[in-house]
């Protein structure tokens, strides 16, 4: 079974352009969380979904930062506009109804805002 | 504010040897507790996951409970240079299905 699909793998851009990372979560599952890691801070929560619903949004850093999950088959992150600080991996993960809470991730987009 | 704390390591173990691994948390409720594993440059591998005290094993890996110390630990046996990774623990959060990470503990099995 294929796991979670992320793309593009890797995203180099200029400070002020518009950034969409895409996450397709592996079959089944409901739920669908959006991560930024960073050595300073670790791996951190951005935002989840249930059932295509945003749940929680508190992790995400700013204005700039949106998600959206239009189906149960595809989520987009979206950065307008990018700053040299938003430079990080972006993790998807998901998990499934029937599980114990356990995530599986994605392979991550390496974003560098320069 | 929930918190995960690990020690960031590294720590270094020779090939062979037990590594054990440990993990406190902050959230008295919570119920679930993850073990990932994660190679430089690749994304975090669900290795392990507890929700009763006590020991749980699955091969080399053994993961141990104890909620009223708020400790979770993880414990690889016969070490190989192959386990040389970052170790991240994760506690579900009460009440919901997102997962706080603790900032990992590096591991290096000395060949």
């Known amino acids: 079974d294929a796991g979670v699909i992320q793309s593009p793998r890797h995203e180099v851009t200029e400070m002020g352009q518009e950034v969409t990372l895409r996450c397709k979560p592996i079959?089944?599952?409901?739920?669908l969380f959006w991560y930024r890691q960073t050595m300073m801070r670790g791996l951190e929560l951005l935002i989840y979904?249930?059932?295509?619903?945003?749940?929680?949004d508190s992790g995400m850093p700013e204005d700039r930062f949106s998600a959206k999950m239009p189906n149960a088959s595809f989520s987009t992150l979206k950065i307008q506009p990018s700053e040299p600080r938003d430079s990080a991996v972006y993790f998807c993960?998901?998990?499934?109804?029937?599980?114990?809470?356990?995530?599986?991730f994605g392979p991550g987009t390496r974003l560098t805002v320069t | 504010q929930k918190e995960v704390e690990q020690n960031s390591g590294p720590l270094s173990v020779p090939e062979g040897a037990i590594a054990s691994l440990n993990c406190t948390y902050s959230?008295?409720?919570?119920?679930?507790f993850f073990w990932y594993r994660q190679y430089s440059g690749k994304s975090p591998e669900l290795i392990m996951f507890?929700?009763?005290?006590g020991d749980k094993e699955d091969g080399r890996f053994t993961a141990q409970l104890n909620k009223a110390s708020q400790y979770v630990s993880l414990l690889i046996r016969d070490s190989q240079p192959s386990d040389s990774a970052t170790y991240l623990c994760?506690?579900?959060?009460?009440?919901?299905?997102?997962?706080?990470f603790g900032s990992g503990t590096r591991l290096q099995v000395q060949p």
């Open positions: 993960a998901s998990s499934s109804p029937s599980g114990r809470y356990e995530q599986y």
């Open positions: 079959s089944g599952h409901n739920s």
């Open positions: 979904f249930n059932n295509n619903v945003p749940i929680d």
């Open positions: 959230d008295r409720g919570s119920q679930s």
């Open positions: 507890i929700y009763s005290n």
């Open positions: 994760a506690v579900r959060d009460t009440g919901r299905r997102a997962l706080t």
